[in-house]
């Protein structure tokens, strides 16, 4: 049997301590551009991250790769790769598939939405379905600060989230200061993310399991 869930409400401002005009000015979805990162740990850069935008006859898509190689506290070298393709219509999610590997562990996601709702599976989750709207974890999402749940783009699983605006900072990003919005996330998936006044995500912050983080830096032409 098919299991269901649903959300009955995932955009709020609510009492999550967002600032109402912090990183609304980019349109729903960015123009063809390609948004380039860093990703490092301390002083040391370990990896790469990639988000594509493409609009064309079906829909509007999003492409992300990701590739680090880093030492964590618990597991010493361990390497990360992720690819995944989003399409989007009309504001909502219409498809989502990818691939991670973490070591030697593989999953896969698939999404597609069929009758207004999105049908979720996965090597990692049994299959289930979303009515209501809902946005992958990967923080490019202008609303990744306003949701309360994600899809978790590794597993498929649907993941409860809170994110606190922490204020306004300064980021030295490619030798220029970069004015942005930090949020702090927490719940099934923790997360600190900084946006620009352009809802630009500009850096991104991921903690590692027994201590440390990786911190995913925009790359300014």
Request: charged share 25%; proline share 3%; aromatic share 10%.
């Amino acid at each position: 049997m098919r299991r269901r869930r649903f959300l009955t409400s995932t955009l709020a401002l609510g009492g999550a301590g967002l600032a109402p005009s912090a990183a609304l000015a980019r349109r729903l979805f960015p123009a063809d551009v390609t948004d380039r990162y860093a990703a490092w740990q301390g002083d040391r850069e370990v990896g790469r991250q990639e988000f594509s935008f493409r609009r064309g006859p079906g829909g509007f898509t999003v492409e992300s790769t990701i590739e680090v190689r880093f030492v964590s506290p618990s597991f010493g070298e361990t390497t990360y790769a992720h690819v995944s393709r989003e399409t989007w219509d009309t504001g909502w999610l219409q498809s989502l598939e990818s691939e991670t590997h973490i070591g030697d562990r593989h999953q896969v996601v698939h999404a597609v939405r069929e009758a207004g709702s999105l049908k979720i599976s996965g090597s990692d989750v049994r299959a289930f379905q979303v009515s209501n709207y809902v946005i992958p974890s990967n923080l490019w999402h202008r609303d990744s600060r306003l949701v309360r749940a994600f899809i978790d783009v590794e597993s498929g699983n649907l993941i409860s989230v809170q994110a606190r605006y922490a204020g306004k900072e300064s980021l030295r990003q490619g030798g220029a200061a970069v004015e942005a919005h930090r949020y702090t996330i927490r719940g099934q998936l923790e997360r600190e993310a900084w946006y620009d006044a352009d809802c630009v995500l500009v850096r991104w912050d991921l903690p590692l399991t027994g201590g440390g983080w990786i911190n995913f830096r925009h790359q300014t032409a």
